[in-house]
């Protein structure tokens, strides 16, 4: 099909101090990136977005004035693939995909457009039955740092991130392998969009869940799988965790990072673990877990796409490539994704579906900003 010369997006902006964001008109067609469209990235039209605490403070939050302005805003959506490189073999044109991008970092590309061109290794097919509102909601990043060349997420998309950990990290079997481990895992902040996503493919792979999270969380996370749930805040959450695990627990993941979720995840686990947190573990949890002969690795959602990056929030601290992930995360959007959907196997967080499609984002990032949601995706449809 005929691409368009121009399209709307939503750019930000600060007038006289006051960072925002407004919709704009920009040239597509005939920039660079879709002209001489990369082998193996593909162009996609917009049909829902998904909004991220990372938006908001990009835009009208804390790094608002260090990400500069007129640059394209957002990292989530789903849409239709309309233009494919040669080297892309899993999507093809006219595929139903949820994609993420590189948002508020590029002047003419990002996730919160009529169209964008992206990276095919970081979208997957969606099938017929999952509405690209919920497409969008399986994509959700948490955290930024601002990187020497780019932006560097803390956290990728909430499945990206979960399968980096499980699949990636702790070598639980892929999905597609059919095998299943007969093992304990403890996972802090169950709740959250990591969370959601790793109690989902621990329980596909067999493992006994203990998932640890806020109590109004408790019903879904058992419908998701979890054997059992204990409340963050309950004094004897450690206790509660090692008492419904009734044996070992040989693996953790942390995927909030704060107050003292390292630590009880430490803990709770027994000696010789492997936890997996998306934060830097405290020392605290760091000497705890030394003494226990427990294996600790922080992760980066980064290393998933294959490149070398510093971390300016860590002094400058070089992160080679690892191309291993990168490997992985082609196989996991080309295979094992389709495979999950397959087996009904994954699915989205609670979705919050808002009017006004790319105009009404401005409200989206000033509810994120205020905290009036709760655990669910604000999500916009790219045709109100």
């Not at 007129?70 to 044109?93: Q, R, S």
């Not at 430490?266 to 997996?276: D, F, K, P, R």
């Not at 796409?305 to 080309?334: C, R």
Request: proline residues 4%; hydrophobic residues 45%.
């Amino acid at each position: 099909m005929a691409l368009p010369e121009y399209i709307k997006a939503l750019v930000n902006t600060n007038d006289n101090g006051n960072p925002g964001v407004e919709v704009k008109t920009l040239p597509f067609a005939r920039t660079f990136k879709v002209a001489r469209l990369p082998a193996d990235h593909l162009v996609v039209k917009a049909r829902a977005f998904g909004l991220n605490p990372t938006d908001w403070k990009l835009t009208i939050g804390d790094w608002a004035e260090s990400a500069g302005t007129g640059k394209v805003v957002g990292y989530d959506m789903a849409g239709e693939v309309v233009a494919a490189g040669p080297d892309v073999h899993h999507l093809k044109v006219g595929d139903r995909i949820a994609v993420c991008q590189f948002g508020t970092y590029y002047q003419d590309n990002g996730a919160f457009a009529d169209y964008s061109v992206v990276d095919s290794a970081l979208g997957f097919k969606l099938p017929e039955s999952v509405p690209f509102e919920a497409g969008a909601a399986l994509l959700v990043r948490l955290k930024l740092h601002r990187c020497t060349s780019r932006y560097l997420h803390t956290s990728q998309a909430g499945a990206y991130t979960a399968m980096q950990a499980i699949h990636g990290r702790l070598h639980i079997p892929l999905p597609s392998s059919g095998e299943k481990v007969n093992k304990t895992i403890v996972i802090w902040s169950a709740a959250s969009a990591v969370g959601h996503g790793a109690v989902q493919l621990a329980v596909n792979a067999g493992l006994k869940v203990i998932a640890v999270a806020s109590p109004r969380n408790h019903s879904n996370l058992r419908e998701l799988g979890a054997s059992a749930c204990v409340d963050y805040k309950d004094a004897d959450a450690v206790a509660k965790i090692k008492a419904a695990a009734g044996g070992r627990i040989d693996f953790g993941i942390d995927c909030v990072g704060v107050d003292n979720s390292s630590d009880s995840t430490v803990a709770a686990m027994s000696e010789g673990g492997h936890l997996i947190s998306i934060m830097l573990a405290s020392s605290t949890a760091l000497a705890l877990a030394q003494s226990k002969n427990i294996k600790v690795e922080f992760i980066l959602g980064g290393t998933l796409h294959g490149f070398e990056f510093n971390i300016a929030a860590l002094g400058g601290q070089k992160v080679p490539v690892i191309p291993e992930d990168y490997a992985l995360m082609k196989k996991w959007t080309s295979t094992e994704m389709p495979y999950l959907f397959e087996r009904n196997a994954l699915k989205a967080p609670k979705v919050r579906v808002m009017p006004g499609g790319l105009h009404g984002i401005a409200n989206g990032l000033k509810i994120m900003r205020e905290g009036a949601y709760g655990a669910e995706k604000l999500v916009y449809s790219a045709q109100s």
